[in-house]
């Protein structure tokens, strides 16, 4: 008899695991949802802690990642399921640390368990698919929702409240659905090789800035004092506010310029006080195509790793994320 294929299905909150609380107050999460009709899988059921994602945090993210590693060599595919809000925070973080052969996938759900169409078990059904299928090996952590597989590199929550919540350019890397029982996988693209951390500690103190029309740089002063790096959601390719041009050459703690416009890379191109060139020869390093919360993390994961300025500005220049 051929053994069974295990999956680990590691349950952390999110409104996948939430139901309205008694006392009128609102959904909480409450129970770990359980993955439907997957015949002859042996499922082996986690619960680090569980939490609404706004409550995760990096030593969150780490603590999963120390789980998976022990969980990964006793099992064929391991399922993560997580609230939506910051589920892109952690696959990334994921995606950053986590070495290990086994497909890691990242659910949740729009919907709780007492509303009409829970999206929650198809969701789980579909990630748990994903995990143990083979083609799903060396693509580092992927984000399964609606049937759409992403990849955590571009995945981003695009919709507040709609079922299909995430998106992300250029979109999915690959669709699962189902004909009957039977799962029908496709990715459209081949893995591509990734580069992993193994930071020291995840305690470094980095802050999120976000530039509008008429920003004099109100907020800077104070958050480059206590942080060690910054991360400016900026405008378009990377431009900002000429006022803020002075403060980013002041400083030499790493200033990520990420862009608040939802897709594209950022590029040093204007030569206006405050364009993306001018920011980069004042010192500050684009973030690529990564958006300001994820160019955050990867900024957190190389400071533990004890990068200096220089070494951090060629990870993000050769997109070694
Ligand atoms: N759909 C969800 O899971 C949203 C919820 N607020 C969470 O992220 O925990």
């Not at 009409?116 to 994903?130: E, K, R, T």
């Not at 103190?205 to 480059?224: D, F, N, Q, S």
């Not at 890379?265 to 030569?271: A, D, E, Q, R, T």
Request: glycine residues 10%.
């Amino acid at each position: 008899m051929p053994t069974p294929p295990r999956l680990a299905v590691i349950h952390t909150g999110g409104t996948i695991a939430s139901r309205p609380s008694p006392d009128g107050r609102g959904l909480t999460p409450q129970q770990a949802p359980s993955v439907p009709g997957l015949d002859g899988v042996q499922v082996h059921d986690v619960q680090p802690f569980s939490l609404p994602s706004p409550h995760m945090t990096p030593a969150h993210m780490g603590q999963l990642a120390a789980l998976i590693e022990t969980l990964a060599p006793d099992h064929d595919g391991i399922v993560v399921t997580h609230g939506t809000d910051t589920l892109e925070e952690t696959a990334f973080a994921l995606h950053l640390t986590l070495n290990v052969p086994v497909p890691v996938v990242l659910t949740g759900s729009m919907r709780h368990a007492e509303e009409v169409s829970w999206d929650g078990p198809a969701n789980l059904l579909d990630a748990a698919h994903v995990a143990l299928h083979p083609s799903s090996r060396e693509r580092g952590p992927l984000v399964v929702i609606g049937g759409d597989i992403f990849d955590a590199r571009t995945v981003t929550k695009i919709h507040t409240t709609a079922v299909d919540a995430f998106g992300g350019y250029p979109g999915p890397i690959g669709r699962i659905d189902r004909e009957g029982r039977t799962p029908r996988l496709h990715y459209f693209a081949r893995p591509e090789p990734r580069a992993t951390y193994r930071p020291a500690h995840l305690n470094a103190r980095v802050e999120i800035l976000y530039a509008y029309a008429g920003w004099t740089g109100e907020g800077y002063a104070e958050a480059e004092a206590r942080a060690d790096g910054l991360v400016i959601a900026a405008l378009g390719t990377g431009n900002l506010p000429a006022e803020l041009l002075p403060l980013i050459h002041a400083t030499d703690k790493p200033v990520i310029i990420a862009t608040r416009t939802h897709a594209g890379p950022v590029l040093p191109v204007y030569g206006y006080a405050g364009g993306g060139a001018t920011l980069v020869g004042a010192g500050a390093i684009p973030a690529s195509f990564l958006n300001a919360h994820k160019a955050r993390l990867l900024l957190l994961i190389l400071l533990g790793q004890g990068l200096t300025r220089e070494q951090i500005r060629a990870v993000f220049e050769r997109d070694e994320f």
